[in-house]
């Protein structure tokens, strides 16, 4: 049997292979540690502190305005965007995507893997 970081990273491959417009992903834990890293370069520990912060204001934010459990963050830059993914309060995923994706596509394959990532934490 698979361990769990042979299937969080399986997960990661197969959101990978699903669409070009996905240039890099790591699942991070909410006080700001890498769980699983592939998001290309040394930016992984920066990438998973800052992940961590954004999470929990975007906790705070959707608690405070009364829109219902967080979910998901979207951050457009101009070259390139940042979305970000609760995982059942224990995790958070986070995708860097190319300037000008197809977020339609990139949504629906990033949550059905934030599902199955779900079930594997």
Known sequence: M????EMIDAVLDELKTATADIQGM?????DG??????????????AAAMGAALGSLGKRVAETLKVGDF???????????????????RAAMVLKVAGGAN???????????Q???????
Not at 26 to 30: L, R, T
Not at 115 to 121: D, R
């Open 2 to 5: 698979a361990t769990k970081q």
């Open 26 to 30: 790591a699942v991070i834990s909410p």
């Open 33 to 46: 540690m890498m769980i699983a890293d592939k998001l290309g370069g040394d930016q992984g520990d920066t």
């Open 71 to 89: 979910q998901e963050i979207n951050i457009r830059g101009a070259n390139a965007g940042i979305l970000l993914f609760d995982i059942e309060h």
């Open 103 to 113: 977020l339609g596509l990139v949504l629906l394959e990033a949550r059905q893997a």
């Open 115 to 121: 599902q199955k990532l779900a079930t594997i934490l």
